[in-house]
């Protein structure tokens, strides 16, 4: 079946480039989602990326696809600490009709001040 | 209204009750969907409304399990006989359905649900 897989913990200095991995099995995944969740908040949407996609740049937001490696990444520039929050990678396939999403199990990221 | 709203934020709950978790999507959006998030993973599906049908209950766990949206608006997730198991964060998420792919869900703030 789908499977979605982060690493669990990043640690990084205020300032300093974050780069959060996912790395997805399902090869038909047309669709790719990163969400931030906050304490005690739902998720929020970030920043998506298509399959016939390389890459997506939004503000301070760069998003890298790699299909052959299933491989996707997240760089947040000059990280601040209100970054500091769970990452979720999620996955989409339309064949599925249903547009229900596969997500990661987060990435933790703690800006240190 | 302006968000998914959840209500309650937080239930407590008896092992072996039943318990009703009521989620407000925005107005006019016809998708809507129930996840359940567990301490430390990610969420995880339950189920998908298309107006006031179930397209899609893959997701949901066993038949203790149910939802309902009967005016294609609100919905309610219901669960009965719970078991400490059920305890974890259910989300809900609503879109227009046209649009789900490239704009993707907003998400409610959740019910936190434990079951003592």
């Known amino acids: 079946g789908e499977d979605v897989e982060q690493s669990l913990f990043l640690s990084v200095r205020e300032g300093d480039s974050s780069v959060i991995n996912c790395t997805y099995t399902?090869?038909?995944?047309?669709?790719l989602y990163w969400y931030k969740q906050e304490p005690g908040a739902g998720l929020q949407l970030l920043t998506y990326?298509?399959?016939?996609?390389d890459m997506k740049q939004d503000q301070r937001l760069t998003v890298l696809l790699n299909k052959k490696d299933k491989h996707l990444s997240l760089r947040i520039a000059d990280t601040q600490t209100g970054d500091s929050a769970i990452y979720f990678c999620?996955?989409?396939?339309?064949?599925?009709?249903?547009?229900?999403?596969?997500f990661g199990t987060g990435t933790r990221l703690k800006v240190l001040a | 209204g302006a968000g998914v709203s959840q209500t309650p934020s937080n239930k407590v709950t008896e092992k072996g009750k039943y318990v009703e978790l009521r989620c407000d999507p925005i107005?006019?959006?016809?998708?809507l969907y129930w996840y359940r998030q567990s301490l430390g993973q990610g969420p995880e599906f339950l189920i998908y409304f298309q107006g006031t049908g179930a397209a899609d209950d893959s997701g949901l766990p066993n038949d203790r399990f149910f939802a309902v949206r009967p005016e294609g608006s609100v919905s309610t997730l219901k669960i009965q006989r719970t078991e400490r198991g059920d305890s974890a964060v259910y989300l809900c998420?609503?879109?227009?359905?046209?649009?789900?792919?490239?704009?993707?869900?907003?998400f409610g703030s959740g019910t936190r649900l434990t079951v003592v």
């Open positions: 399902d090869s038909s995944s047309t669709y």
């Open positions: 107005s006019g959006h016809t998708a």
């Open positions: 998420a609503s879109s227009q359905r046209s649009r789900a792919f490239d704009y993707g869900y907003t």
């Open positions: 999620a996955e989409s396939n339309p064949t599925s009709g249903t547009y229900k999403y596969i």
């Open positions: 990326i298509f399959s016939n996609m």
